[in-house]
């Protein structure tokens, strides 16, 4: 079964539009746990234009305090700034992306070999702090970049997910991404990586990839299940997913 974290920026985002505490990030955490997700997953930026950083705290409390069974995964660019913010929280899992802090979301994956002298310190770093660490990496890193991630130290990889997304409505271009996605999580598996995704992952388009890329051990869904949460209710939309998933 692959397992199912939620990501809570567009909730975050959506309260940010009003000077007013709804909806409470922390509120809609506990219907998605509730319901079964398995995670929480943010991804706090600099200029806090969705998760603040009163929201991680309080988001740790609350799985420290009501929900010590379900992972935290704080998404993030390993500045001094965020890396202390991990070093006060201790989430289970970070996954360190290599955004700008003006982009409007993640959307490439690491240039392992470029990034290495940097990755390198700050990997072992994170994993002193007890969290495991996955790397956002490009769907087709292949056996060159997942073994670059492996060397690195990381504990996963998280597959971006986001070209096979943008195949709505192409079905041949969607069958090269997923077979780029299926290759690389075959690579890392084989290295001994633990591999994540995320991305643009839909209701409609999930069953395709589980079919495809088998082994992946959790998705990060926000956007997603945010949108079909504005038709059938969180804890409705969590259930769909967990269906598709195998849970």
């Known amino acids: 079964m692959t397992l199912l ?10 309260r940010n539009r009003r000077d007013l505490p709804w909806p409470s990030v922390t509120g809609i955490a506990r219907v998605v746990l509730d319901a079964g997700a398995s995670g929480i997953t943010i991804h706090p930026r600099p200029d806090q ?3 603040r950083r009163t929201d991680v705290f309080e988001l740790a409390a609350l799985l420290r305090e009501e929900y010590p069974a379900a992972e935290f995964n704080i998404e993030g660019y390993p500045s001094e700034d965020f890396l202390a913010l ?19 979301t993640s959307d490439h994956g690491w240039n ?33 970049g997942t073994a670059a991630a492996r060397d690195l130290g990381a504990d996963r990889i998280e597959l971006y997910t986001g070209p096979y997304g943008a195949c709505f409505d192409d079905p041949e271009g969607a069958e090269r991404a997923l077979a780029d996605l299926a290759k690389t999580t075959v690579d890392a598996l084989a290295l001994g990586l633990g591999v994540n995704a995320g991305h643009d992952l839909t209701l409609a ?7 495809a890329v088998p082994g992946v051990a959790e ?9 079909d949460a504005l038709l ?14 195998g849970g």
């Open 219 to 227: 998705v990060s869904i926000g956007h997603g299940i945010t949108a």
């Open 112 to 144: 392992f070999a470029a990034s290495a002298p940097m990755l390198g310190p700050v990997i072992a770093r994170l994993k002193d702090m007890g969290s495991r660490v996955s790397l956002f990496c490009d769907p087709d890193a292949g056996i060159y």
């Open 49 to 51: 234009r969705h998760i």
């Open 86 to 104: 991990i070093d006060a929280v201790r989430p289970a899992q970070v996954t360190l992306v290599p955004d700008d802090p003006a982009q409007a």
């Open 205 to 211: 388009n999930l069953p395709a990839f589980q079919d």
């Open 232 to 245: 059938m209710g969180f804890a409705e939309a969590v259930r769909r997913y967990r269906a598709v998933l």
């Open 5 to 14: 974290s939620v990501n809570l920026n567009a909730v975050a985002q959506l």
